[in-house]
Every structure is written in C-alpha cells, then in structure tokens.
C-alpha cells in the first residue's frame, strides 16, 4: 500500500463502553478499523474476511468484548458496494465468525440489546438493484447464530434504522425504506413513499405497529427516516425524515407516539439517500446532533442549529458516537474519513491517518520513480510517487493534481510536468495551475456526461488524447480544440430492465435514458484502432480513427451491461478483452470476455473466479502474450493462459473493491475503492510460468531477475518521522531475486553475485551466521531492518540485494539519524557495485542455475555516460582502498590484541626471566598502538595520534562520505584517504616491530 492516507466514505462508528479511547469505524470496501488513542492512529481489523464493504457496526454494552458488524454500505450511491451478511467478534474484534444473512446485501443499522449482548436487531436494506426476500429487520436472540425475520413488508422495502429504549429494551423502534438504483446513473434513485415509515414494538420486536401522527405519509412523498432516543429522558425521541412534502427534523416526547415538526431546514434532511443520522447528548436531551452535508448541533431540543464541522465542497457526514460517560468526546463519521474531539468539538483529530481512499481508476507516469495518479471519491485527486526519497512514503510525497473526484487521469507523455483528468482540465506541477479545457465548457444539453468518463492518451501517437461522452472526442492541441470522431454509439431504444420492477412507473423518462462511453481502448499495435464500450452495454470498433465504426457487442450484453473496462491487446491487433459489469442489474456474477477475431466472436472466460464476484477491470500483461490481470469487487486475479483459468493473486491485498489496474514495467498497480493504492512489486516471475514449471522437476529454478536500479535507501539527512505518522513502504532498494525449490534443499544453498569478468561480489548461504545483535545499542529495536535469510524450505522464495559488497571490518557501526521502523539498515554497508551487467548463479544441492542482472544508476543522478561511468569508478576504487584499509587495520589490531594477551599470560604465570619493567614498556606501546597515547602522554595542545581503533573510526567516517553520493570522490577527500593510508602502513610496521621484539625478549630468554 502507497497511500494516500486520506479518508473515504465511512458510515459506520461506535465506541466501546466504559474506553471513550476504543473506537471503531466501518469504511465503505475499507473493512474495520480500531484505534485505541482517540482515533490518534487506526488499525484495520478485518482484513481476513470475505468483504470489505461495511455498513453497520455496533458493541454490546453490556459486553465491549462483543462486536457485530453488518455489512453492504446501506446507501442509495452509482458506486456502491454491497455486502455478505453480519460478522460477529468475541475478543475485541480479534477473531471474527460469519453469522447469517448473506443475501442481504446492504445492512445499515444494528442494535444490541443494552442489557444481553446475545439479542441483536439487524435493519436490512437488502438488495440495492433488484428485489429480493431477505431484507427488512431482523430478531436474533443466540448471540447471531439464528435470525429471525421480525419486521417486513415486501420483495421492494428493507429496514434503515432501529432504535431501542434505553430504560425498557423491550421497545424497539424500526424505519422502512422501499428505495431502488436504476442501472443509468442520471435520475437513478427511487423510492415508494407508501413502503416508507416508521414502526414501534412494545414486545421486544415480535409485534409492529406502524407510528403516524405527526409525520409526514405516502401523499407527502415519506421517504428515509433516521431515529435517535435521548438516554437521559427515554420518552423524548429525534428523528429526520425526508419527504417531498414536510421533510425535516421531528421529535417526540411520548416515546414516538406523536410527532412535531421542530425544523423544517433542508441542509438537515435534504439528500435523505445519503443522510438520515441524528443523535442525542446522553445527559442532556435538548442537545441534538444531526449529521449532513455539514454537522450540526442543537442546544435547544432541535429548534435552532449551529454548524459543529464542515467545509466548502462538503464533507458530508454520516455517522456520530457520542460517549455515554463524557459527551465531549464524540467520534464522528462521514466521506473524508473519521474524526475524534475530546472537547466537545473545540479541535479534532486528523483524517489523514486513514488509508482509506476510494479510487475509480489509476494510471502512472514514465518519471522515475513513476507517480500513481486517480481522482479520488468525496476528496479531489491524488498524485503520489512509488518510491519516497525519504526512505517511505508520506504526506510529503503526494499532491492533488486538479481532477475531479470521480475523473480519469492521464499524465502527458511528452510534457511530463503537465496532467490531463475529469472533464476535462489540465494541471501543471510547475505552477500548480489548473484549467478547463473540456470539449463542452458548461454543459447546454449537447452532450451526455456522467460521473466518471474515460480520458486516455494514445500509447502510439503521444500526441493524440481521447475523451469520452456519448461521442468520442479527440485532441492534439492539450485540449485547445477537440474534434468529434464518433456518431453517439450508445443505445437508442431498448425494453427497460425487469429488476425495476415496482419502481419503473416511477421513471420520468420511462426508460428512455441514453448512456455514455464508459472504456476506451486504443491499441498500441495500430494507429487508428481503438475500441470502445458504453454504460447501456455496447461496444464498438474503429480501425480507420473514427471514419467508420463497427458494432461488435457480444450477444450476452443486455441493455445497460456496463462495459466497464476494454483492453485492446498489446500482441494481436483482432484480439480484445473486455470486462462488463451487471452489477446495476441485480447480477453479481464476474463477466469477462475475449475476442480473437475482431470482435467477430466473442467467449465468456470466467473459469476460477467465484460466482459472485464482479469484475471491474481486465488488462493485458505487455511483456507477457495472455498473461492476464482481472480486478474484482473482492481483489485481483491473474490468468496466464489467455483467461481460460484465473486463480487469485490477492496475497497480503485486503478484501475491497478493485476498480483498475495497470502494469508499470515490472509492477501491479491497483486502484481500490475504499483502501487507496497498491502495488504489487515484481510481477516478473508471472511472466515465467509455462517455463518455471517446467524448470522446476530439477528442483529448483531461479527467475529471471526484472533488473534493479541503484537508488539511494533514504536521502532525509534530519530526524525521522515518528513511527505513528502515517507512512507506506518503499519497495525493495535493490535487486529482487525470485526461485521456487520443489522439495526442501538437501543441504545448504548459495547465491552470488558475479560481476561481468566472472568475480563474485557478494555472496550469500543459507547457514550464514545472523548478524550478532549490537550488545550497546542506545536505540529501540524497531528501527533496525530485519535480516534476511536464504531460504531452503519447498516453494516460492524472494531475497532482495541491496546492490552493495560485503560490509567493511568496522568497528563502530551506527544507524542513521533519518531512520524508517523497522527497515534501517545498520552501516557502514559495502561499497556501491557499478551500473552495468551481472550474473545471479544459485546452487542447490550441487545444480547450478543462473540469470543475467543489469543494474543501472537512478536516472535522476545527472552523470553524463562517459563522465558519469569514470566518476562512479573513480569512487568505487577509492571506498574499495578505504575497505581494504579497514581489512588490514582490523588485521593489524587483532595481532596487537594478541600481542597484549601474550603479555598478560607472561605475568601470570610468574617466575618469568622477561623483566616486569620490559613487560610493563611493552604493553604501554601495544595499548598506545591500539587505541592510541593517554592524553598525558603527548606535549600540551599537540593532535592526538591515532592508534588502530580510532583510525579504524576515522576510514569508517571517511568511507560513509566517499559512498554519500553518486558522484566522484572530492580532491580532499581523496587526499585524506592516502594520507589515512599512510598512517595505517606506520601503525602496521611498529605493530609488526612491537611483536617482534616481544619474541624476541622471550626467546631469548628459553
């Protein structure tokens, strides 16, 4: 995961009873996360689960170690995501069970009885495209093992809220909502007013009786209803109601009996398919809060509001928890993420410590390292590098880059500092300007748009980018001027879809909706080729640029089958790939098809992704032919065999909605809707399947190596960021080394690096002894960077070279002031090799297997290739000198040591004939040779003479600056290495003297 770490849409948020600093958030395709210092930093505890999409999360008050989850966003959205039912955790959240209503699809509420934490409520929106029975509220009284359906009214309506008495759990209150989302995304959204309305039990939810007076009904246009009950005064209740005729917010001070209006202001209750929440102060009733566009707060029951939080643009907020003990602290939720105050508001915490962002589509640049771009839901966009130079990645290294929400982005190929997104603008990095280049300025009606429209450049013609509505449009000015180059090619007529049902009548345009080009896919073999495909579920094919178009729409497309990703083949120019998405017609199903004469004909290929699983992309691998990648509602999928099998490649990715994917050079990048971005690092063993399967019967086989780049770990020269902030890793810093063992090695194995004269530079086995700990290290552990060990064991292995020699006999090691947790190496490391090739030879049980390595210098580093080479020699020569130095420093204080231990032996086993004063003369000169003269042994302000270990610490400082950049050494620099030479070869000549002598007082003596 990159980041960024800046929120998306969460609905859900609770706090544990009894810890106001235990809090968790549901996130919509984000899972469940937890923070345990008032949303300080936030941990994700459901990764391990089937979905990611979640709606409703409640905890026991009686028992804070019990926790419910439903799941299914529960909000009438064109990008929803649904769920599988609830979840239910013992243990905090640390383990979680799947409990039962897998076809419910969206559950927005839940309620645990205040006194059994076994009797829980579930509101049941159910199926937010079609119609279906399992939806409506629902009664469990064993802990979620049963359920029961307590609270229903038909196929269309489904449950949005339950509230319960605080003082007598036997009153239960339930809101209904009938609402739809049609499959266009313009005018989509429906209800049945008649269905609508708020329902009380008196009998722990057996009975129902619908609750009227006050509030508006079915003439009135009812629509969504949210409750609150004030647990300080039970019988006052709040509700927000939405309605075309009365909306607004109405309480009740006989306990939902009878209703008034108390504010009739929209911003309360308006977009009521969004928002319905409100809740009240536990200790005071007439303190109400009520969550929209903007938070609000009342202190008079209601009457009059001021805004708590908000911003221009939005924020939109959909959930508040306030703790029963201290009002003041309040967790409150919306679509940039989760804040907590601890003040009653006065501050708040940040929402950019959640990484969370809900994405529509990704694209990198060709900068190195590559930037990963996509407008982001509810926030803007988001540009951010791969790699941070600052060892990870921060909030120092992404920035918005001008595009809406929704928009594609595309980064210009031959401007690198300017970005194209949306509809359309174009930002420039220099200047951070945006500006508006569209093909329709403001919108007249000519043209359809809906949220997300396809913007691409073309990977043959660099100049050529492309934009799509209800036509194509084309520009080669940056959008100065664009031409049309299609007719509209979405549907004319079509027999409106049968999941309306009910709600068709409801249509204004009884079906008469148009759609949009929703993928554009132009190949990169043929310059004119490109494809197209449309929201209503068509596609198109043009090879002569747009003069003429073909319809090429597989028969299994019924209307409004959204195509939502076309990719034309990088190997073939009649074959395409297309992934189409039934979603918005009740069809959960993965649909992905394969063309391989044109469009012609056309195969569904599905085989291994489950049932119910939505594909939303389908690429193409460019170096690999029928290597393909599907992203899905649930993770991301790879074929190797042109999509006849898939099998998942979701690894250590957390279950969410993936929304596009691409592959840059030798990464996976992935664009998710709820957990930002993610890559994939090193997909280049994928590219050797048919042949690692066959090389593996000799029980081993070694991948051929991507490549690697010599690119510093850490530039940051100043403090680190403390392990708290929000950071991402970078990837590896070196050379990613791949190979799969059949069995387990028989022995030990090896791996070395040869340089292109066949020398080894570094080499590495499987019984190298770790590295001793240091013994005096003054920092905590969590800094230092795990050690690598050479795996033996059966199965798919990865070690990383970091692209450096053997490290230098160092006396002193140190870690740098710019430290990342858990991954600062300890220096000094050996000597940087040169940019150029190598040899990777592995050896298992005497076989030996080998694959060429090129190395080549970060690109960023301004060295000339001539110069640059010498320069890079030139400093490989002097830190090699300055490693053979220490080798011999370290030689030379080992035979010194030796010397002084010699001495020690003499004089303990006495009655020796060597003169204690000779003794005593020579082991003051040893120590003086080792750690050089007492301070009271040399004149008044004359320079200290090094002995070995200091002049030890002296090459190790001079080393760290020869490798401290990727230049040639300095003159000075050069200079004090001959000169530390030259006292070295001193202090190895009297070592060699001292010795001596020492033997020869002693032989003479025998």
Request: charged letters at 20%; hydrophobic letters at 35%.
């Amino acid at each position: 995961m990159i980041g960024p770490f800046r929120g998306g849409r969460t609905v859900a948020a609770v706090g544990g009873p009894g810890s106001p600093d235990v809090l968790y958030i549901g996130v919509n395709n984000g899972g469940v996360w937890r923070s345990g210092d008032y949303g300080r930093t936030w941990s994700p505890i459901f990764d391990g689960q089937a979905t990611g999409s979640i709606g409703a999360i409640a905890v026991a008050p009686s028992d804070p170690q019990t926790l419910y989850v439903g799941t299914g966003e529960g909000l009438q959205r064109p990008d929803l995501s649904v769920g599988d039912g609830v979840y239910r955790s013992t243990d905090g959240g640390a383990t979680w069970s799947h409990r039962g209503l897998r076809d419910s699809q969206q559950i927005p509420a839940l309620l645990v009885d205040p006194r059994d934490p076994r009797r829980v409520f579930a509101a049941v929106l159910g199926h937010p495209y079609g119609p279906n029975e399992e939806r409506g509220l629902f009664r469990s009284t064993d802990g979620a093992e049963t359920w029961q359906k307590v609270l229903y009214k038909d196929e269309n309506t489904g449950a949005v809220d339950v509230a319960v008495d605080p003082a007598n759990p036997e009153t239960v209150f339930a809101a209904l909502w009938a609402a739809r989302q049609a499959p266009w995304e313009i005018g989509s959204s429906w209800t049945l007013p008649a269905n609508n309305g708020l329902y009380k039990s008196v009998d722990g939810g057996t009975t129902w009786r619908p609750v009227t007076a006050g509030l508006p009904g079915a003439a009135d246009g009812l629509g969504r209803i949210g409750l609150a009950v004030a647990t300080s005064a039970p019988a006052r209740m709040y509700a927000v109601v939405g309605a075309t005729k009365g909306g607004g917010l109405y309480r009740s001070d006989d306990s939902g009996e009878h209703w008034r209006l108390m504010n009739a202001d929209e911003r309360l209750w308006g977009r009521d398919g969004d928002f319905n929440e409100v809740k009240v102060d536990p200790q005071n009733p007439d303190v109400v809060y009520v969550a929209n566009i903007v938070a609000w707060k009342s202190t008079d029951g209601g009457a009059t509001f001021t805004a708590l939080r908000g911003a221009p643009g939005g924020d939109d907020y959909h959930r508040f928890w306030i703790d029963p003990r201290d009002p003041k602290i309040i967790l409150l939720a919306g679509d940039q993420g989760a804040v907590v105050t601890v003040n009653g508001g006065e501050t708040w915490s940040s929402w950019f410590n959640q990484p969370t962002a809900q994405f529509y589509h990704v694209v990198t640049d060709r900068r190195y390292p590559y930037w990963v771009y996509g407008g982001q839901q509810e926030s803007g966009s988001a540009g951010i590098v791969s790699r941070g130079n600052d060892g990870q990645i921060t909030v120092r290294e992404w920035h918005p880059v001008g595009v809406e929400e929704y928009g594609y982005v595309a980064p210009d190929p031959l401007h690198p500092n300017v970005v194209y997104g949306g509809r359309v603008t174009r930002f420039d990095w220099n200047t951070g300007e945006v500006q508006d280049v569209s093909p329709e300025p403001v919108r007249v009606g000519k043209y359809r748009w809906v949220r997300t429209m396809p913007l691409l450049f073309s990977p043959v013609d660099p100049r050529i980018l492309y934009f799509g509505a209800n036509v194509l449009f084309r520009t080669t000015t940056g959008g100065g001027s664009w031409e049309t180059v299609s007719p509209d090619l979405t549907r004319a007529t079509y027999d409106v879809p049968t999941t309306l049902g009910a709600f068709a009548a409801l249509d204004p345009e009884q079906g008469k909706h148009r759609g949009v080009i929703y993928t554009i896919a132009p190949s990169a073999r043929k310059a004119g080729l490109i494809w197209i495909g449309t929201d209503d579920g068509l596609i198109h094919v043009t090879h002569d640029g747009g003069k003429t178009w073909r319809n090429v729409t597989p028969a299994s497309l019924t209307p409004w089958s959204k195509v939502s990703l076309l990719e034309a083949s990088h190997f073939d120019t009649l074959v395409a790939y297309a992934a189409a998405n039934r979603f918005r017609l009740d069809d959960l199903r993965p649909h992905v098809y394969r063309t391989k004469d044109g469009g012609v004909t056309w195969t569904e290929v599905v085989a291994g992704i489950p049932s119910d699983e939505v594909v939303n992309a389908v690429r193409e691998d460019p170096a690999r032919r029928g290597l393909l990648y599907a992203g899905t509602e649930r993770g991301v999928y790879v074929s190797p065999d042109d999509g006849d099998r898939w099998q998942s490649l979701r690894l250590n990715l957390p279950v969410t909605s993936v929304r596009d994917l691409v592959v840059h050079d030798s990464d996976l990048v992935v664009a998710t809707h709820g957990r930002s971005f993610w890559i994939l690092d090193d997909i280049a063993p994928l590219r050797e399947l048919p042949e690692a399967a066959a090389g593996a019967a000799t029980g081993a086989y070694l991948y051929r190596p991507a490549g690697a780049v010599r690119v510093r770990w850490n530039e940051n020269t100043d403090t680190p960021l403390p392990i708290d902030e929000p950071a991402a890793p970078n990837p590896p810093d070196g050379a990613v080394l791949d190979y799969y063992l059949t069995r387990p090695a028989a022995g030990p194995i090896l791996l070395e690096i040869l340089d292109r004269g066949g020398a080894v530079v570094r080499r590495f086995a499987s019984d190298d002894a770790p590295e001793a700990p240091d013994s005096g290290l003054n920092i905590p552990s969590w800094w230092i960077r795990r050690p690598q060990r050479l795996a033996t064991d059966a199965g798919m292995h990865r070690f990383v070279w970091d692209l450096h020699g053997p490290p230098p006999p160092a006396l002193r090691h140190d870690y740098p002031i710019a430290a990342i947790w858990h991954d600062t190496p300890r220096e000094p490391r050996g000597p940087w090799v040169l940019p150029g090739p190598y040899v990777v030879r592995l050896t298992v049980d005497g076989r030996v297997h080998t694959r060429p390595l090129t190395v080549r210098m970060d690109p960023r580093i301004p060295l000339a290739a001539g110069a640059g080479a010498g320069a890079l020699a030139r400093q490989l020569a002097v830190a090699s000198g300055i490693v053979d130095a220490l080798r011999r420093d370290s030689a030379a204080l080992e035979l010194v040591r030796g010397l002084r231990r010699d001495i020690a032996g003499e004089r303990e086993r006495g009655g020796t004939r060597v003169p204690a004063a000779a003794l005593d003369s020579l082991d003051r000169r040893a120590a003086e040779l080792e750690r050089g003269p007492s301070p009271g042994g040399r004149p008044t302000g004359e320079p200290a003479a090094a002995g070995l270990t200091r002049l030890n610490g002296q090459l190790v400082d001079l080393y760290g600056v020869v490798e401290g950049a990727d230049a040639a050494p300095t003159q000075q620099a050069e200079r004090q290495a001959a000169e530390l030479a030259r006292r070295l070869g001193v202090l190895e000549d009297q070592v060699h003297a001292l010795v001596g002598r020492f033997r020869s007082l002693r032989g003479g003596l025998q």
